[in-house]
């Protein structure tokens, strides 16, 4: 009897031996407070970071680099990997082998105190699962963990989405407020020529109050493009996981903006993104997961069976048991999950459908935009040559003495007015590519440093 517990007693002594500990991480709101405002692209982590991906620190801050800076400072890619180590965990989880129980029933026998009232005794319990089950939850479990690595991928795109989009808003901003501050000083010079005019009698009040006028909003148009460049400038910080404040004194690269690509042969683009895009990937996974979950249910149906060898010490003599139990299913082989299984699987099957299809009404809406932008541009940047040459012209004729300067500054004005349109117009095509990046996953903007 000693012998038996002695063993016993090691035996659950050696499997505590193994037992993770828990171990406190709190967290503390001030601290991190004060960590997120102190960010800045100088910080020596973020270098060994960004050496570690390959970018030298020369380099300007371009759309390469930002998106590197994105993915160390803000917290979608680092959720998006603990999803993944959870699944990961679950797959552990699934194919751990289920524990052995152990069982002490000591009685004692009142009325028979020789040669030992006592019987005591461990009872090892097994539990034999069903292979096919098994090997289905875990080819399950396993299906899951894909669906969220396909997950990362889809973080790590959002990441540059936001940050591109972030850039493509400061770079339009920048030539806006260029464009704007420009036709302010050509409204400017022509307010103060007609006033001259209306001094020396050329011209009426109402012809004075007008140039007035449009120099005024020429002015407040300049000061409205020079507040969305401040708040495109926040909007890239924000994209970046950075204060605002993080951005000052930093030479941020929009080149990536300046020549992109342009979408070739699509349909080879649209097959690819809907089969390899992450979203579908990952739906697809979440399918054969319901799948093997299904195997799993109907594979349940035929459950384990239980095996306890055990020792008793009874009175006086040794024992040997062999317990064997096995359930028997004869008031119900398991129907209710195998329908919930059935349901989930079907329903996963119209998800992947579902995924594809957006992918393909994402494609499909972002390239019809993009085509008519760049139809719209075309017409937009034959205008505005129209305007440069007239603008040429206007210049020639005034050196040369045949017109004044109030007609030279209005054919300026027009050839501004004209460019204004044009880079509209050049906004929306980028725009529509980065839409059109989205759908299909595929780079048309290049890294720009």
């Known amino acids: 009897m000693k012998r038996g517990s002695r063993i016993a007693g090691l035996a659950a002594l050696a499997a505590l031996s193994g037992c993770a500990r828990y171990h406190a991480r709190p967290i503390d709101a001030g601290r991190s407070a004060a960590r997120l405002t ?20 020369e380099q300007r801050w371009g759309l390469g680099a930002l998106t590197l800076v994105a993915v160390y400072e803000r917290p979608d890619l680092a959720i998006a990997r603990a999803n993944f180590s959870v699944a990961r965990g679950l797959v552990a989880s699934a194919s751990a082998l289920p524990n052995p129980v152990l069982s002490l029933q000591p009685t004692y026998n009142a009325t028979n105190g020789n040669p030992s009232p006592l019987k005591i005794g461990p009872l090892v319990s097994f539990l034999i699962d069903n292979f096919g ?12 963990a894909a669906a969220a690595r396909q997950a990362i991928a889809t973080a790590s795109w959002a990441e540059r989405a936001r940050v591109r989009d972030a850039l493509l808003a400061l770079w339009s901003a920048r030539r806006g407020a260029a464009l704007a501050q420009r036709n302010a000083a050509l409204a400017e010079a022509a307010e103060r020529t007609i006033d001259q005019r209306y001094r020396a009698g050329m011209v009426s009040s109402v012809a004075r109050n007008q140039a007035a006028l449009a ?22 910080a924000a994209a970046l996981g950075l204060p605002d404040a993080a951005l000052d004194g930093v030479s941020i690269s929009t080149a ?13 683009l649209v097959r690819t993104a809907l089969v390899a895009r992450p979203s579908v990937r990952a739906a697809l996974a979440r399918y054969q997961a ?11 149906q035929f459950p384990g069976v239980t095996i306890g060898p055990g020792y008793h010490y009874d009175q006086g003599d040794n024992k040997f ?19 919930v299984a059935r349901a989930k699987r079907r329903r996963a099957a119209a998800q992947f459908q579902a995924a594809q299809l957006h992918v393909l009404d994402q494609v499909g809406r ?7 932008s760049v139809t719209a541009k075309a017409e937009a940047d034959r205008i505005a040559a129209r305007a440069r040459v007239q603008a040429r012209a206007a210049r020639a004729a005034y050196r040369a003495g045949a017109t004044g300067r109030v007609r030279l500054l209005g054919a300026e004005q027009a050839d501004i007015l004209a460019r204004q349109n044009a880079l509209a117009a050049e906004i929306q095509v980028r725009t529509a590519l980065g839409q059109l990046e989205d759908g299909l996953h595929h780079r048309f903007f290049g890294s720009g440093a």
Do not use: C, H, T, W
């Open 256 to 268: 990536a903006f300046d020549a992109p690509g342009a979408p070739g042969e699509m349909a080879g």
């Open 133 to 144: 089950a098994r090997q289905a939850g875990i080819a399950a479990a396993r299906e899951r």
């Open 321 to 339: 048991l062999l317990a064997i139990s096995l359930p028997l299913p004869v008031l119900n082989q398991n129907q209710g999950p195998i329908a």
């Open 290 to 300: 319901d799948q093997e979950d299904l195997r799993q249910a109907i594979d349940a």
């Open 366 to 372: 972002a390239e019809r935009n993009y085509r008519a």
């Open 38 to 57: 102190a960010r800045r692209l100088d910080d020596p982590r973020l270098d060994k970071f960004l050496a570690a991906m390959g970018r030298k620190p």
């Open 215 to 236: 120099a005024e909003q020429a002015e407040f148009a300049a000061a409205e493009a020079g507040r969305r460049k401040s708040v495109a400038r926040a909007g890239l």
